[in-house]
């Protein structure tokens, strides 16, 4: 039986190369979810198997009407039932004082309230067997074994401070953006982790860690050293286990959106096999908080 899944983020890097991994499947409809500028250009390179929805994911009444729209197309028989939602899509800031349209700050709203309020609003859609894959990243350890220091660990704070620019020190300098970046990526496990206990039963949540990936669109908004250095000198990390090639991190993330690769509800898949997330990852009453606080930021709308 044939079957959507939904995937942002899959215009460049990892996603692009998932997606063409996912297309690859005869039994899969892929419903790519992107800018209109990066679907002009999709639409003559993806092949025929896949269809797009135009969202900025940094605006939540843009994701809400991306959300209905597909809602509509599944309830015409427009599109296969619907099994799978990837938010692949990430922002990495040079600062932490960006605001988006909802006044909210923007590496937040991207990398967490976006995918919170895709689930919701497609929840009651979901064919089970389905799986919800959520791009995280080894960011959220904040140590040097996992980034080679190059990113600071999150600094958890209230979702109300999170949400808002400025929560933290330095946020007008590279280093708080990095840190909204690493603290967005542990809220996003913690909400994977609230989307297993809370979703209906046959709806899985996985985050996935590709690790780090030079080479991509990440650090397009940092400065001209540092993107001199991800595009040119930090890929020969690709050698070593500290760091993933563009097209290795895309089939392992094809893998567990198609569900190659096995993973639990509430899982982390670090690149191709489930492991552990860091200790502070695993904090129920911070999850049950973020899960409330994300109810509110995307129902004001």
Do not use: C
């Not at 600071?152 to 808002?164: M, T, V």
């Not at 206990?197 to 985050?207: C, K, M, N, T």
């Amino acid at each position: 039986m044939r079957s959507t899944i939904v995937m942002t983020g899959a215009s460049r890097g990892i996603g692009r190369v998932a997606a063409e991994r996912v297309l690859g499947r005869p039994d899969v409809h892929l419903l790519v979810v992107a800018r209109e500028s990066a679907i002009a250009r999709l639409s003559g390179e993806l092949g025929e198997d896949v269809s797009y929805v135009a969202a900025d994911l940094g605006s939540l009444e843009s994701v809400r009407s991306a959300a209905a729209e597909i809602r509509d197309r599944l309830d015409r028989g427009d599109l296969p039932p619907l099994r799978g939602f990837t938010g692949n899509a990430g922002v990495q800031y040079a600062n932490a004082l960006t605001e988006g349209p909802d006044g909210l700050e923007a590496t937040f709203t991207v990398n967490v309230l976006a995918n919170h309020l895709f689930v919701r609003l497609l929840q009651d859609r979901f064919v089970p067997p389905s799986r919800i894959v959520i791009t995280v990243s080894d960011t959220h350890f904040g140590d040097f074994k996992h980034n080679l220091g190059m990113v600071p660990g999150p600094r958890w704070q209230s979702p109300e401070i999170l949400a808002r620019t400025g929560a933290f020190p330095g946020s007008d300098t590279t280093a708080g953006g990095r840190t909204a970046y690493s603290t967005s990526k542990l809220a996003a496990i913690h909400l994977v982790h609230e989307y297993a206990r809370r979703l209906p039963e046959g709806i899985d949540a996985v985050a996935y860690n590709p690790a780090f990936v030079p080479g991509t669109g990440l650090a397009r908004d940092a400065g001209p050293v540092s993107r001199f250095a991800m595009r040119y000198v930090l890929p020969a990390l690709t050698l070593t286990p500290f760091a993933t090639s563009r097209r290795a991190a895309g089939r392992y993330l094809a893998d567990v959106v198609l569900g190659t690769t096995e993973a639990p509800n509430g899982s982390y898949v670090d690149r191709g096999k489930v492991a552990r997330s860091s200790e502070e990852s695993y904090d129920p009453q911070r999850e049950s908080e973020l899960w409330d606080a994300a109810e509110r930021f995307t129902a004001a709308l």
